[in-house]
């Protein structure tokens, strides 16, 4: 019988493209039988053939048994064969291992080097911890053979056992150091390979051998061994830093006379990130002048990543990356050369541009950096850009046309002019349009993590240092609003987070932001897109909070209202709907003390219409989320988002019911109550508090954080199924409640305003009846003496410094108890907000909660 | 350590897969394909660096060579340097050209357990034992001298019609 060879069955592979898997199928079922069989020229030719079809992705471990057979060939290609199946295929739970720790004892001790050579290669790939420490001193005692070539084959082969059998490494240690000193230049390189993978985990063990490496540096000529060598001392440097000395003349040398570019390239880099350029030495460079070693290596570096050849300005950049962090000095003329290379079309390049031309951000080249970003992001190939209705508004008529300095903004307004001549809008879809009629693929700036980093770059180049690099700040949130829309990925968190803080720090800047944030919600298809989760809503739901906060900065207008009860309402999580909510009420009260200035007749009127039309509109909005039919609201939503949401929509309605009562009649006055309604919300200002600052707040005496206040609490039976009234117990078993009663009660169990009271009667109760909010008492609590100090010390330091507009801190130590029911709205939770006038980075601080 | 050598050709076709880790066969598969489609479509003027693999854990970059219809990829962590292994895949490439006489993708088709060979004299394991081309082809040979009387039989390959042996 012929069995068939390897060439027979990739022969036979290449002829049956069609069927392939039938193909393979058959030779597996061959191949089986055929490993069956006692002859072992047939099996180890089975087992290769095996090998094959691994590398197209079969399994073969069934066949694991066999490939240990073929390792005990006494034919040194079977016994090959056998080994590569090993290596291929085997893993660490393959338990047919166990049987081969004699096989490959025997072949390590071998009269035949290839055979040695061969164990010692599968024994590296397949050691197990068993294997390892069974044969450790085996191979370790081949350490010492004849032939250089098995020597460095062992010496991996110990650092493989000694991953997997920890207790070697004390024994393999002195053997390093040994074979350091081999006369066999690829063993010596060997040994510094193993050296240099261990001194990664640990290179406070590996600091003796320096002095031995240091001379093997300066007397070798093998490229790979001193590459290793040198980014070994990179490692070691920061351990030792008399290293950095010794090493910076042999560096200096190696870059001067090399003509490996590969160990070049890898000289500067160790002379950088090891802080070799750091040693106040000087150099003599190739003509004899001396020469600042840091200067020597920048010049050095120029050749790298203004070369034509792309693999050496892509390391180029990764090193003037890392000079940058520690000379920026250095860096700071190159800005034009990595500005280029931003454009570049390969993507590893440019990222590695990004990160280093983001580094080099100043005052100065700020603007044109962020143009140029901001032009990527615009000129893509296949992210479609959102042409959006409102945008020109933003952009030609207050932020375009006003703030031609905006980078993203020329950048637009000139396509603009390009194409149609026409709005924004157009120009932009045209732009969408005839990059895909042109059908040209995806570019670098299509790729979504390219985006990202740009995005953050922007973002962080703008904000460094307490935004020390910019001057404009109107500028910067423009920007940020761009941003919103031609991002194409997800950053809503980072570009709301980022508009919130800009706006609470910089004084001068919010008048501009709210009203950028007005357009964006007035923007019916960005609004459109909003729901809950996506990138737009976080943005909306910071401008939201915005306008609602400052839109005292802007002239009243009943319109805003209506924009922060959008129809996408439904479609935001509680946590947003409950900020539109809040920012609805400061809107209508701020505009109701506004008409109250100049009240008529007219205006009475109008604030009757407003006023009953949102009333309307929340009513619409509370049954929705309370009534007990909506089949898709369900129980399940309702106890999940509501008390947030409801307890606010209820506060409106009471505000609006109050107003609707208080302007019932016409009057010549405006109501006392239209114009103290918004005090409501501008008692106190709001300022960033130091995420920090709670910490500094002790406990007072007496008080036990641990015990539970009231009651303990009656458990979720109880409530759901409240024990009969105790009128006529009899009359009303507990099955007898209908289903919808249940649910009424379970979906009331979250609300502030339920009390379960064991009878329908609480489900009555009008909320006119409720208190009014004016009747809510507040109770101010001085903060002040609970020692603070330090807290307050540092803020009142920071209130000196503080460019835009004084902080009162007298203020902030009062804190209004919430009126009941005490659901804040975080709005940005555990941002970071460095302070806007502090020169350091300072504690983390959250914008402030808002009740 | 170099975490893994990879051989395809522009489709994507297997021709060699050495993993340095233990790692299956069907996650061999996947970094496979994901690997040939980040680099199948880099034109050749961009530079043979790839940051991350996915599959292969975040310390990762792939570097690779386009040699007429083939991709040779070393998959290797933080500790190699890009340069270097650049300069290894043209040594282990002028390896395997010295053993086949311009060597081609049909040679790595019919030969892949040789190909397996050379390549083990070069690395052991995910670490570099060789870089002298002399040392790798007369290691290669002294295994070839070992099995010579065994391939002595009639079928003739593509290699025996050269007379590469």
């Known amino acids: 019988m012929f069995e068939k060879s390897l060439t027979d069955l990739i022969q036979g592979l290449r002829a049956n493209k069609r069927n392939e898997a039938e193909y393979i199928q058959k030779s597996l079922e061959e191949i089986q039988s055929e490993v069956q069989q006692s002859d072992m020229h047939c099996k180890s030719t089975a087992i290769d053939k095996l090998n094959y079809l691994h590398m197209l992705g079969y399994d073969t471990n069934w066949a694991n048994f066999n490939a240990v057979e073929v390792m005990a060939s006494p034919r040194f290609g079977e016994k090959r064969k056998g080994y590569l199946a090993a290596a291929q295929s085997f893993h660490q739970e393959t338990d047919v291992l166990m049987l081969a720790t004699n096989l490959i004892r025997k072949d390590l001790a071998s009269s035949n080097a290839m055979e040695v050579s061969v164990a010692l290669d599968g024994l590296a790939q397949v050691a197990t911890p068993e294997l390892a420490t069974d044969l450790f001193d085996d191979v370790a005692a081949v350490l010492g053979h004849s032939r250089p070539f098995i020597r460095k084959r062992a010496l991996v082969c110990l650092y493989r056992l000694v991953l997997k059998h920890p207790e070697g490494l004390h024994a393999l240690a002195p053997q390093l150091r040994e074979r350091l000193d081999d006369p066999d230049p690829s063993v010596v390189s060997s040994a510094v390979s193993v050296i240099c993978e261990l001194a990664r985990t640990n290179p406070h063990n590996y600091l003796p051998l320096a002095p031995r490496l240091y001379q093997l540096m300066n007397s070798s000529t093998n490229n790979w061994m001193l590459i290793k060598i040198v980014k070994l001392f990179a490692s070691l440097t920061p351990i030792e830093p008399r290293l950095a000395k010794k090493l910076h003349g042999p560096l200096s040398q190696l870059i001067c006379s090399t003509s490996a570019m590969s160990l070049l390239y890898e000289c500067i880099h160790t002379a950088v990130v090891g802080d070799i350029i750091g040693v106040p030495l000087p150099v003599t460079d190739n003509v004899g002048r001396e020469i600042d070693f840091a200067e020597l290596c920048a010049r050095k570096l120029v050749f790298f990543y203004e070369s034509a050849d792309h693999n050496l300005r892509y390391v180029g950049l990764v090193t003037l990356g890392e000079l940058q962090a520690r000379r920026p000095e250095l860096v700071v003329n190159q800005y034009e050369t990595v500005l280029k290379c931003l454009d570049d079309p390969d993507l590893s390049i440019r990222m590695r541009a990004l990160s280093v031309i983001s580094g080099m951000a100043t005052r100065r080249t700020l603007d044109r950096t962020v143009k140029r970003l901001m032009s990527q992001l615009i000129l893509s190939n296949t992210i479609r850009l959102q042409p959006v209705a409102s945008l020109p508004s933003v952009g030609s008529i207050e932020y375009g046309g006003k703030y031609n300095g905006s980078a993203a903004d020329s950048d637009l307004m000139a396509m603009a002019t390009d194409a149609t001549g026409a709005s924004l809008v157009s120009a932009r879809g045209s732009i969408v349009q005839s990059r895909q009629l042109t059908g040209a693929g995806p570019g670098p700036a299509d790729s979504p993590e390219y985006r990202l980093l740009v995005v953050e770059a922007i973002v962080d180049m703008c904000t460094r240092q307490s935004y020390g690099n910019l001057s404009n700040f109107e500028w910067y949130v423009a920007v940020l609003v761009d941003l919103v829309y031609t991002a194409g990925v997800d950053v809503g968190q980072l570009l709301s987070e980022k508009i919130l803080d800009v706006t609470v720090r910089v004084r001068q800047v919010r008048e501009f932001s709210v009203r950028l944030m007005r357009q964006m919600l007035s923007d019916r298809q960005l609004v459109g897109r909003a729901t809950s989760g996506s990138s737009t809503a976080k943005v909306l739901c910071t401008a939201a909070y915005i306008l609602g906060e400052y839109c005292s900065l802007l002239s009243a207008n009943s319109e805003d209202i209506a924009l922060l009860l959008p129809e996408c309402f439904e479609k935001l999580d509680g946590e947003q709907q409950a900020t539109f909510i809040q920012a609805a009420i400061k809107v209508y009260t701020n505009w109701l003390r506004d008409v109250a200035g100049y009240w008529s007749t007219e205006v009475w009127e109008l604030v009757r219409a407003v006023t009953s039309s949102i009333i309307s509109q929340l009513s619409d909005l509370l049954s929705a989320r309370t009534g007990e039919g909506n089949a898709l609201g369900g129980i399940v939503a309702v106890a999940e988002l509501p008390l947030q949401v409801t307890s606010r929509l209820r506060h409106f309605v009471e505000i609006t019911k109050a107003v609707s009562v208080a302007t019932s009649n016409p009057s010549d006055n405006a109501p006392q109550l239209c114009l103290e309604l918004h005090e409501l919300f501008t008692a106190y200002e709001l300022n960033p508090v130091s995420a920090a600052a709670q910490g500094k707040v002790p406990i007072p005496d007496g008080l036990d954080l641990d015990s539970p206040i009231g009651g303990p609490i009656p458990d979720t039976e109880h409530i759901m199924f409240p024990p009969p009234p105790p009128v006529s117990p009899e009359s009303r078993p507990r099955g007898s409640q209908s289903g919808g009663g249940r649910k009424q009660r379970r979906s009331h169990k979250n609300e502030p305003f339920y009390l379960d009271g064991g009878n329908d009667a609480g489900h009555a109760r009008s909320l006119a009846e409720l208190p009014d909010v004016d009747d809510i008492p507040v109770v101010q609590l001085d903060l002040g003496g609970h020692g603070s100090e330090d807290a307050a010390k540092t803020r009142k330091k920071k209130k000196k410094s503080t460019k835009h507009g004084a902080t009162k801190r007298e203020r902030r130590n009062r804190v209004r108890t919430p009126s009941p029911p005490p659901a804040p709205v975080d709005i940005a939770g555990d941002e970071d907000m460095p302070d806007v006038s502090a020169p350091q980075p300072q504690p983390h601080s959250t914008p402030p909660a808002q009740h | ?165």
């Open chain 2, 1 to 165: 350590m170099i975490k893994s050598v990879l051989i395809f050709n522009q489709l994507g076709k297997p021709r060699l897969i050495k993993f340095y880790e233990q790692i299956g066969t069907t996650l061999q598969q996947e970094i496979l394909r994901e690997i040939h489609a980040l680099v199948a479509k880099r034109p050749d003027t961009q530079c043979n660096f790839l940051e991350g693999c996915r599959s292969m854990g975040t310390d990762s970059r792939i570097i690779y060579r386009h040699y007429a219809t083939l991709y040779f990829v070393f998959v290797v962590d933080s500790s190699e340097s890009e340069l270097g292994i650049l300069d290894l895949i043209q040594v282990f490439v002028e390896a395997l050209d010295r053993m086949f006489e311009n060597v081609c993708e049909l040679d790595l088709i019919f030969h892949f357990d040789e190909i397996h060979y050379i390549l083990m004299e070069v690395v052991e394991a995910g670490m570099v034992i060789e870089t002298n081309l002399t040392e790798i082809s007369r290691a290669v040979n002294e295994g070839k001298q070992l099995i010579k009387p065994a391939t002595d039989h009639s079928r003739l390959g593509i290699g025996a019609l050269r007379g590469f042996v």
